[in-house]
Structures are given as structure tokens and as C-alpha cells.
């Protein structure tokens, strides 16, 4: 369009005879002039223009007040001229709320996964924190090398057969936001979620192997033969007393075993194997199969089994959330042990179950969001604290 013909579109703006279609360009103009142009005004500018024009108008009104149809026509226009101002006033105000609140998002602390990170206590009391220490050889006792790997785990080897000593007792801890693996002396591989505690020998011997766990944690159990090539058996022992006191007897297998104190049972997981699990308040016992969940009670002295998607139990070890039709407490301990947050529920209980599944490598942020696309549970992030609401 050329200049001529752009000035006689106006002149018929003004005048008020121009069609739907031209009335619709001219004010497309004045909206993509004002907010091109206004975009970085702040509003006590904008304000400033818009009082100018009122007062243009006052002063048409006053000066040429005989010509009525003339003067309609250009308050009109400067009405419209007011319109399109306090669009960009309206999306200048938009745009700082937005700037605002994605700042909020941006400022609000971003809660980390956890990781590596462990203590180890030797049989003389001595503290080492894996967390801390360089790769390499990091104690040696009674004939024994403990190595920290690169990769995060903790290796035993008999440096002296003829000085190791089977009465020493080492405990390794993991904390909240921690998780570490360790290979025991007897080659048996050992995987600690956070918050849990193993205690072990340092060097088992040819009768039996017996470690302590709290917590959570997977094994897999290396087959050892006693003198006379029967194989030695390697038990389990969970000491968490109102009525769940359990032992878990496996001969060569891969299983986990779930024993917090601030869960409801112990739950231990077949993956492959057999295993025993034991009572120990009620003497009673139950053979597991590959595939199978044992659940043992403080309300109950029996042991319950059934049938479980036995990957899901160590989705953990795998570097995930796997939740199946959990409650929200549960998951919530979950998040809270790994994440090393505090938890507090506010209002109504959420009688709703969850499933999901997400990587635990994840920013508690993203966890709390996935969750929250249910629209049955909502949170908000104070500090380390965790608020849980319906």
C-alpha cells in the first residue's frame, strides 16, 4: 500500500466512512504501533499518555463544540487510540506478573536426589566416611583390606588368611539422601537404600555367615562351601521388636528386604532362589519362591505371601520410584528418606492410592509435580519441608 493510499484510508477513518475490513487494518495499526512502541514504557508513562489524550479531548470539546458530527467522529477515534493504550497497559501488567512469577519458579529452591554417601565403623569404633574418602585401600584390620572404588562401592579382601579373625564386627550406615553398595568378605553383593545399617564380620567363618540390617537393602548372596561342600548358609537378621522381629535364611539367591521402622511390615522380596523367612515372635515360617513377597505384621503372628512383580520391589536399586497402587504415606516416606526432607500433612487424610513411575535421579520438584497431575494431592515446598495437601 502506498503513502497516498495510506493517508486516504486515515482521512476516511476520520471521517468515519471507511468499511468493516478498513476500520479493522487502521486499529490492527494503532495496537501494533502502541505496542511496539510503549513496549519498555513503564505505567506511570503510559498513565501520563492517556491523560494527554483526555485532555486533547476536553479541549476538542471546548473549542469546536458547534460541530457535533465532526466532534463525535474524533472522539471516537481518540476512544479508540484510549482502547489500544490500555491494552498495552493490561499486557504491560500481564508481562511483570508473568516476569514475576517465573523469577518465583526460577528462585525456588530446587531439592536434589541423593547419593553416595555412607559411614563405615570399624570393630575398634573407628569412623571412616565413605563420602569423603579417596578411592583406594581405606582400612585394614585383623588381615582384612576394605577398598572404596571409583565407582562408589566398598570391597573386602583377605590380605592374611592366616590373621583374619571372625569376631570382628564392621557396620556401614547410610544416611538420608544416601544409598551405597558393598561387596562382603565372603564375595556376597550388598545394595543399602538410604536411612538403613548393616552390620557384618569382617571375615565370616566356615559355619555360618550372619548379618544385622535395619532398613532397606538387596543381596546378592555368593555361594560358599564349608570343608565339607555343603554350602553355608547366609542369614538375615531384622531386630525391629513390636512383633517384627524376622530372619531371612537364603543358601545362594537374590532377594530384598524392606524394615524401616516408620513402615506399617517388613517385606521381603524373591528374585531368584529360595528362601526361609522366619518370625521371630511367633516361631512360625514360610518358604518363598521367585516371584513372592513375604509381609510380617505386628498385628499378626502369622507371615503372609503372595505373589508381586518382584522387579518393582528393587526399582530402587535400578535408580527409580516405582509406585503401585502405594498410599500417600508410604510414597512420601520414600521421598523424604532419599530426598532428606521433612514431611507434614495439612487438612483432610487423602484416602487415594498412587501409581507411577520415575527416575529417583529426578529433582524432588519433578516427583511432587507427577504426582500432583492426579489433582488428588498438592504440596508445597517450605525449606526441607514438604507440605501435603488434599
Known amino acids: 500500500m502506498s503513502k497516498e493510499e495510506v493517508e486516504k484510508l486515515l482521512k476516511k477513518y476520520s471521517v468515519g466512512l471507511c468499511t468493516k475490513e478498513e476500520k479493522a487494518l487502521i486499529e490492527s495499526w494503532h495496537l501494533n504501533e502502541l505496542s511496539g512502541k510503549h513496549a519498555d514504557l513503564n505505567h506511570s508513562e503510559l498513565a501520563d499518555a492517556r491523560n494527554q489524550m483526555w485532555a486533547a479531548i476536553q479541549e476538542e470539546t471546548q473549542i469546536k463544540s ?31 506478573t508473568e516476569t514475576k512469577q517465573a523469577l518465583n519458579k526460577t528462585e525456588q529452591k ?15 569404633g573407628s569412623k571412616i566416611s565413605l563420602t569423603d574418602a579417596s578411592n583406594g585401600v581405606i582400612a585394614s584390620q585383623a588381615g582384612i583390606n576394605i577398598t572404596k572404588t571409583k565407582n562408589g562401592e566398598l570391597i573386602y579382601t583377605v590380605a592374611s588368611t592366616l590373621s583374619a579373625k571372625k569376631d570382628l564386627y564392621n557396620t556401614i550406615e547410610t544416611p ?17 537404600n538410604a536411612e538403613s545399617s548393616l552390620r557384618y564380620p569382617a571375615a565370616f567363618d566356615q559355619t555360618k555367615r550372619l548379618v544385622e540390617l535395619k532398613g532397606e537393602a538387596y543381596f546378592e548372596v555368593a555361594k560358599r562351601l564349608d570343608k565339607n561342600s555343603k554350602r553355608i548358609p547366609f542369614t538375615v537378621k531384622t531386630e525391629l521388636a513390636s512383633g517384627r522381629n524376622q530372619e531371612v535364611e537364603v543358601l545362594g539367591t537374590h532377594f530384598n528386604i524392606n524394615a524401616y521402622n516408620n513402615e506399617p511390615d517388613n517385606k521381603t522380596t524373591l528374585l531368584e532362589g529360595s528362601v526361609k523367612i522366619k518370625n521371630l515372635q511367633s ?4 518358604l518363598l519362591k521367585p516371584g513372592q513377597q513375604s509381609l510380617i505384621s505386628p498385628s499378626s503372628p502369622s507371615i503372609m505371601v ?16 516405582s509406585f503401585n497402587e502405594e498410599n500417600i504415606e508410604t510414597i512420601m516416606n520414600k521421598i523424604a528418606r532419599w530426598y532428606n526432607v521433612e514431611i507434614d500433612y495439612r487438612g483432610k487424610k487423602i484416602n487415594k492410592t498412587f501409581g507411577g513411575r520415575i527416575s529417583r535421579f529426578n529433582s ?7 504426582l500432583q497431575t492426579t489433582d488428588a494431592v498438592h504440596f ?4 526441607r519441608r514438604i507440605l501435603v495437601m488434599p
Request: proline share 2%; aromatic share 10%; no cysteine.
Open 66 to 96: 458547534r460541530h457535533s458530527k465532526t466532534l463525535w467522529l474524533k472522539v471516537a477515534a481518540a476512544a479508540v487510540v484510549l482502547f489500544f493504550i490500555g491494552v498495552v497497559v493490561n499486557w504491560e501488567v500481564q508481562k511483570n
Open 110 to 124: 530446587i531439592i536434589k536426589p541423593g547419593g553416595n554417601k555412607a559411614t563405615l565403623t570399624l570393630a575398634d
Open 176 to 192: 538420608r539422601g544416601g544409598q551405597y553398595q558393598i561387596n562382603l568378605p565372603d564375595g556376597t553383593k550388598v545394595w543399602l
Open 283 to 286: 516361631t512360625r515360617s514360610a
Open 306 to 321: 503372595s505373589a508381586v512383580d518382584a522387579e518393582e520391589a528393587i526399582a530402587w536399586k535400578d535408580g527409580f520410584f
Open 364 to 370: 524432588v520438584n519433578e516427583v511432587l509435580d507427577m
Open 380 to 383: 508445597k515446598i517450605d525449606g
